[in-house]
């Protein structure tokens, strides 16, 4: 059974940085894309950010380039969100997921974790 951890989020001021971590258990990620979502309240998960299987491409939402910065470690089973320049708007539960390929449609993810909450304080 796949199983995805999240940890890391939390409440940081505007400006601040958080990396998220995501650990898999039941799936080697180095054959799977990884993506990082994220939902606010009241509104639909959207996508942030996704890797390939072997950490060479990335793909980025736009409001995130150049502020968060996605990244795995295939010998942990771990893919990474280092979230800088962090702003109240970026605030939402954030997910990972894991599938076949990089994208940003979540219905392309088959597992997914629990997710970890990050607020951004003005």
């Known amino acids: 059974q796949v199983q995805l951890v999240e940890s890391g989020g939390g409440l940081v001021q505007a400006g601040g940085s958080l990396r998220l971590s995501c650990a898999a258990s039941g799936r080697t990620l180095s054959s799977y894309a990884m993506g990082w979502f994220r939902q606010a309240p009241g509104k639909e998960r959207e996508f942030v950010a996704a890797?390939?299987?072997?950490?060479?491409?990335?793909y980025y939402e736009d409001s995130v380039k150049g502020r968060f910065t996605i990244s795995k470690d295939n010998g942990k089973n771990t893919v990474y969100l280092q979230m800088n320049s962090l702003k109240p708007e970026d605030t939402a539960v954030y997910y990972c997921?894991?599938?076949?390929?990089?994208?940003?449609?979540?219905?392309?993810?088959?597992?997914w974790g629990q997710g970890t909450q990050v607020t951004v304080s003005s």
């Open positions: 890797i390939n299987w072997s950490g060479s491409y990335t």
């Open positions: 997921a894991t599938g076949p390929g990089v994208t940003g449609d979540p219905g392309r993810y088959d597992y």
